[in-house]
């Protein structure tokens, strides 16, 4: 069993930063992969960036690409979404989630049975 704790989540202008962070506990394998999603009003649960625990290998979805950096601390069982150059379409709440394998389709959701809380991200134009 794995707890997500995400934090870091903030208002913030537009063009501004936040770094959010994902605390895990319990046991973290090296199949697995852990991924950041949001989620607007209204709107679909969405991908945003997901990376694997072992290797740190990284995918990002298209509109955060060069914005977005996720990266994680294994030491820590953590993981870090910093997010640059933010956009009012950026708003959303932001989850956490651990995939039991790297190898799965990282992008969607259904793949991920561990989730956090959220946290919510609000950027003012």
């Known amino acids: 069993q794995v707890q997500l704790a995400e934090s870091g989540g903030g208002l913030v202008q537009a063009g501004g930063s936040l770094r959010l962070s994902c605390a895990a506990s319990g046991r973290i394998y090296n199949s697995y992969a852990m991924g950041w999603f949001r989620q607007a009003p209204g709107k679909e649960r969405e991908f945003v960036a997901a990376?694997?625990?072992?290797?740190?290998?990284?995918y990002y979805e298209d509109s955060v690409k060069g914005r977005f950096t996720i990266s994680r601390d294994n030491a820590k069982n953590t993981v870090y979404l910093q997010m640059n150059n933010l956009k009012p379409e950026d708003t959303a709440v932001y989850y956490c989630?651990?995939?039991?394998?790297?190898?799965?389709?990282?992008?969607?959701?259904?793949?991920?049975?561990?989730w956090g809380q959220g946290t919510q991200v609000t950027v003012s134009s």
């Open positions: 990376i694997s625990w072992n290797v740190g290998r990284t």
């Open positions: 989630a651990a995939a039991l394998s790297s190898g799965s389709y990282l992008g969607n959701p259904v793949n991920y049975p561990y």
